[in-house]
């Protein structure tokens, strides 16, 4: 069977990176342990996800999965051109910043196909409105890191860096208009955490913008994870200064908890044990009450974030039965951004991370 052919093919291509993975860990070479046998071995873990009562592959999906029915009529109406639905489902979310958070990340999200007129319109309508200021903040940010692209910075052109920060400088005056728009939202200094980030701030000159955010909300969960990524060693920290981050975070609340998964999530690569670390097992177990009813958590317009979280935590720790649980109630959605992060693939991270899960449990269904 040609490359190709293998490639095209979900379950081939799912089972070719499970045995890399696999000849990695072991130190073995790559052709030399993945066989024809051992591939068709492989597979036979990968077929019908219907006798797990789950979706097929193919009907996984990446696009955002919006549960608030106001919130879907104002992202179909922004890619109409109009403003107006938007500017009324962010003022009925009025200062619930958990749910605005999400909301702005939604509305300002941004593909190259993006047209703007309708946010153009919408500060020419209203000049002084903190939510369009604040939505026009989130684009810009956007934008700066569509840009930059995902890459490490070694892989990262020139002309990527200029456009990136260029946009970035925009958005820091955007953001201190934010800010005095809306003195008490935590919205614009969580975007301004990653400006920070993005244009090299010092790292004594973060505690001021961390601050300002605490004032606000002090679990803001968005907040902290946007925090989290500047303590990464590959931006201006160390997994030590991460990790102590991330454990300070997980005792403040349940909410966020989850924070100590993001930061396994970020060091694994590098650090595989760190799915181990007994922080990490307490954080699971904490989240997994959260979002299942121990609290607010089940009604959190980001839960579904922290199940895929949890689905990844889960299988790492060999709690095979719990993550495909989280996996069922996720269904054929693969939006959470741990998929992209881990794979750079939503679909393919999601479908082989619940292979993984699967493969391990009984069916509840025979061929």
């Not at 604040?134 to 810009?140: D, I, S």
């Not at 200094?189 to 010092?202: E, S, V």
Request: hydrophobic share 45%; glycine share 6%; aromatic share 10%.
């Amino acid at each position: 069977m040609g490359l190709l052919t293998v490639l095209t093919k979900p379950r081939f291509t799912l089972a070719m990176i499970s045995l890399s993975r696999e000849a990695k860990r072991l130190g073995k070479p790559w052709d030399d342990y993945v066989s024809g046998a051992a591939l068709r071995a492989r597979m036979v873990t990968l077929r019908h996800p219907s006798r797990w009562g789950l979706p097929a592959e193919w009907d996984i999906t990446d696009e955002p999965f919006v549960t608030d029915p106001d919130l879907a009529a104002a992202l179909a109406a922004r890619r109409k051109g109009d403003w107006k639905p938007v500017a009324r489902v962010l003022e009925s979310i009025g200062t619930d910043w958990a749910r605005r958070a999400h909301a702005v990340d939604l509305l300002a999200a941004h593909t190259w196909s993006d047209r703007t007129s309708w946010l153009d319109k919408w500060l020419t309508a209203e000049p002084e409105s903190p939510d369009a200021a604040v939505v026009r903040l989130g684009w810009l940010v956007a934008h700066a890191w569509v840009l930059r692209g995902a890459d490490r910075a070694h892989n990262t052109s020139a002309e990527q860096f200029a456009g990136f920060h260029r946009v970035l400088r925009t958005a820091v005056e955007q953001a201190k208009r934010a800010s005095a728009l809306a003195p008490d939202d935590p919205t614009p200094r969580q975007h301004f955490l990653t400006i920070a980030r993005g244009l090299g701030f010092p790292p004594a000159r973060f505690p001021e913008l961390w601050a300002d955010l605490l004032r606000c909300d002090p679990s803001h969960r968005g907040g902290h994870r946007h925090a989290l990524q500047y303590w990464r060693p590959h931006w201006y920290g160390s997994y030590p200064k991460m990790f102590a981050f991330a454990d300070e975070a997980a005792a403040k609340s349940p909410a966020l908890a989850s924070v100590r998964i993001v930061a396994a999530v970020e060091a694994c690569e590098d650090h595989p044990d760190t799915w181990r670390a007994p922080e990490l097992a307490q954080a699971v177990d904490t989240t997994l009450a959260w979002v299942d009813g121990d609290g607010d958590g089940a009604d959190s317009p980001t839960v579904r974030e922290d199940r895929a979280l949890l689905a990844v935590a889960l299988v790492e720790l060999r709690r095979y039965d719990e993550a495909l649980a989280q996996f069922r109630v996720l269904d054929r959605n693969a939006d959470a951004s741990v998929w992209g992060r881990l794979w750079g693939d939503e679909r393919m991270g999601f479908t082989y991370t619940r292979a993984r899960a699967y493969q391990h449990v009984r069916p509840t269904t025979v061929d």
